[in-house]
């Protein structure tokens, strides 16, 4: 029992000589007499409210920092405008199909079917389809585009005699889904009738291209992406087209001296097939080299109603990173370097657009084994998809969406995933864009406008005017450096902990010697010293047994047998 006592005595003093000696503050108090009753007791828990909560502090930051180990900071500067180049600009109508194209188009399909009746499989035959029945089933070719909503179940037999008379019609060679839409689509000429560039009147024939898209086929203007048609011919000559386009340059960003152009509709009586049955012109504006497709895109698309003028301010906005950044993982920094995104693609340029367009193209052919060719966006050598496809097509767009009533009914119906690989550009520029609508007013004279970008021009088609300029004539260009790590989370330690209790690396490691070292060595002196106490007292009773113990009658004996040989 004093054994125990001793060793708490110990304990008791190693506690009281860490207060005492201590470099936290608040500790000393602790050792200080008191008269208030139970002040020491709020004054612990005052103490140990803050510890603990400022190591919670002190957690979270952790964790931040595992999560991101870097900060990244984002410095902000002026840049004039005429260094950004000036987006691209798509303008497609709301009609996928011309009537009058597709009625000649099925005219020729006819007189072929016509001239070369073939029997097919088991020597049946389909059964003849005239000009204006085959029109109308031909419009299923609008299924191939990237409308997110239902349509009708397809029927399978009615597209195996679309693609056994598409087949023939070409001799066999295959057919191109890109290219028959884009020869059914309505013309430039005709979409985008005048324009205007910083004042200058300009043949809008002569710089709007035609395009596909994942919604349609539209007139592009200001495009620098290569040809992705399915045949080396075609491309050659849509690359060469492109290449003989003037270079939009800027000159000013005043909304008079802008962009302009004016857009005729198409007649009703060459209606076939529109998305959700809208009317309006849809307007996408996406950089030069990029795909034009509404999925990706985050501008989306500007609907442009008929009878209206819509003004779109263009603001660009350039962002930079430092070399320092550069050692940063993509993972972390979010971003990727142009040879970065290069070497991710395997090819020459990289955006978040087209990364997410080419991981489309790779699900796709994981589903069906095929792309869908106004989908497909670019010139790889990958198999294009055929009318015999299209139901697998429309399964796997309501598996990339993710929609569906009933999930736990088809296994296949969860989500896809959503292409995580893919990150926007540590450098470039992007832009930000609004609109803002006002109304036409129409003409009723016969003659039509009688002055103005509209001279001459009447009602009988629906009419609309888009103007593009620069918002303002300077935009902010962002650089994003690194300004700190884990010396940064270091002070950040130390400054909480001082501010807290003037607590530091070394009040840790004082701590850790108090509780291994100094109390190692407190205990093993009280586990010494009983036993060396312990011998000492036998010791002494010994001694004093010896000198206290009285003569006993053996002692006397002994003593009167030394005296005998004397006395003889």
């Known amino acids: 029992m004093a054994q125990i006592t001793e060793v708490e005595s110990n304990y008791r003093k190693l506690f009281k000589d860490f207060l005492r000696s201590s470099y936290i503050s608040g500790l000393q108090p602790l050792l200080l007499h008191s008269p208030v009753q139970y002040a020491k007791a709020l004054w612990v828990g005052f103490l140990a409210v803050i510890v603990v909560w400022t190591h919670i502090v002190i957690i979270n930051l952790t964790l931040e920092y595992i999560d991101q180990p870097t900060e990244i900071h984002m410095a902000p500067n002026l840049v004039h405008v005429s260094n950004s180049p000036f987006p691209a600009v798509g303008v497609c109508s709301s009609n996928m199909i011309s009537r009058r194209l597709m009625q000649s188009y099925a005219s020729k399909i006819y007189q072929h079917q016509s001239m070369h009746k073939t029997s097919v499989g088991n020597g049946s035959r389909y059964v003849p389809l005239d000009a204006d029945n085959l029109a109308r089933r031909l419009l299923v070719l609008t299924n191939f585009y990237l409308n997110a909503h239902d349509e009708a179940p397809l029927d399978v037999a009615e597209l195996g005699q679309l693609h056994w008379l598409l087949n023939s019609y070409y001799n066999g060679s295959g057919y191109s889904v890109h290219d028959i839409l884009r020869e059914l689509s309505p013309d430039c000429g005709d979409l985008v009738l005048r324009g205007i560039i910083y004042g200058a009147p300009v043949n809008t024939s002569q710089l709007f291209l035609k395009r596909s898209t994942t919604a349609s086929v539209c007139c592009i203007f200001n495009y620098r992406r290569p040809s992705y048609s399915q045949y080396p011919s075609q491309r050659a000559q849509d690359d060469a087209e492109m290449s003989a386009l003037p270079q939009v340059v800027f000159e000013s960003n005043s909304i008079l001296n802008g962009i302009q152009f004016v857009l005729q509709d198409i007649k009703e009586d060459d209606l076939t097939e529109r998305y959700l049955s809208n009317t309006a012109f849809r307007l996408m504006i996406f950089p030069q080299e990029d795909y034009a497709t509404v999925q990706s895109n985050k501008h989306g698309e500007l609907l442009v ?111 896809v995933s959503q292409c995580l690989h893919c990150l926007p550009t540590c450098d470039g520029v992007n832009f930000e864009i609004i609109s803002n609508v006002a109304p036409l007013r129409k003409s009723y004279n016969s003659s039509g406008y009688y002055r103005g970008l509209l001279k001459g021009l009447n009602n009988d088609r629906p009419l609309s005017i888009i103007k593009l300029f620069f918002k303002l004539r300077f935009a902010q260009a962002t650089q994003m450096d690194m300004v700190g790590d884990w010396v940064v989370l270091l002070n950040r330690f130390g400054g909480i902990l001082s501010l807290m209790y003037g607590f530091s690396i070394i009040s840790y490691i004082e701590i850790l010697y108090y509780l291994t070292g100094k109390w190692f060595v407190f205990y093993y002196r009280a586990y010494k010293s009983p036993k060396e106490s312990s011998k000492t007292n036998d010791l002494n009773k010994s001694l004093n047994w010896n000198e206290l113990m009285p003569r006993g009658i053996e002692w006397f004996r002994h003593q009167e047998l030394r005296k005998q040989p004397s006395q003889k």
């Open 305 to 415: 109603d008929h009878h209206t003028i819509v003004e779109v301010p263009i603001q660009p906005k350039f962002f930079d990173s430092s070399i320092a950044v550069r050692g940063v993982t993509p993972q972390i920094r979010r971003c990727y370097f142009p040879e970065e995104g290069r070497q991710l693609l395997n090819q020459s340029y990289y955006s978040l657009d087209e990364c997410i367009l080419l991981c489309r193209i790779e699900s796709m052919v994981q589903h069906c084994g095929c792309v869908s060719s106004p989908m497909a966006g670019t010139a790889r050598n990958v198999s294009y998809c055929t009318l015999l496809d299209l139901p697998c097509l429309m399964k796997w767009r309501n598996i990339w969406y993710g929609y569906n009533e009933y999930p736990y009914v088809q296994e296949d119906a969860a989500s």
